[in-house]
Nanobody, 123 residues
Framework: AQLVESGGGVVQPGDSLRLSCAAS????????ILWFRQAPGKEREGVSC????????YYADSVKGRFTISRDNALNTVYLQMNKLNPEDTAVYYC?????????????????WGQGTQVTVSS
């Protein structure tokens, strides 16, 4: 599968954005999908993940209560709804296949990554 992120942009603090992770070449139904982000000069951070059935979801403490992950397997797309954005959320956001647990996410040896989408939160 190939993954393509979209939905990034420049917003003001307190605004919302919805990122999409669309797949081509293979159904996403059986894949756990992870969202990572990386800000300049910082390590990559695992933000959220969702299992193939959507029964398992994980959020990092930094986004819990503000971000919501969901998926539409019929559209082969996973979404990350981001509310109450603040400047610390500024980063390139990537989706990837991997492993999703209720209390963590993890990469897989054969994971697939998208190219990333930039999110900038600035007043």
């Amino acid at each position: 599968a190939q993954l393509v992120e979209s939905g990034g942009g420049v917003v003001q603090p307190g605004d919302s954005l919805r990122l999409s992770c669309a797949a081509s070449g293979r159904s996403l139904r059986s894949y756990h999908i992870l969202w990572f982000r990386q800000a300049p000069g910082k390590e990559r951070e695992g933000v959220s993940c969702i299992s193939g059935t959507a029964l398992t979801r994980y959020y990092a403490d930094s986004v819990k209560g503000r971000f919501t992950i969901s998926r539409d397997n019929a559209l082969n797309t996973v979404y990350l709804q981001m509310n109450k954005l603040n400047p610390e959320d500024t980063a390139v956001y990537y989706c990837a296949t991997g492993q999703c647990f209720s209390d963590a996410l993890a990469r897989s040896p054969d994971d697939v990554w998208g190219q990333g989408t930039q999110v900038t939160v600035s007043s």
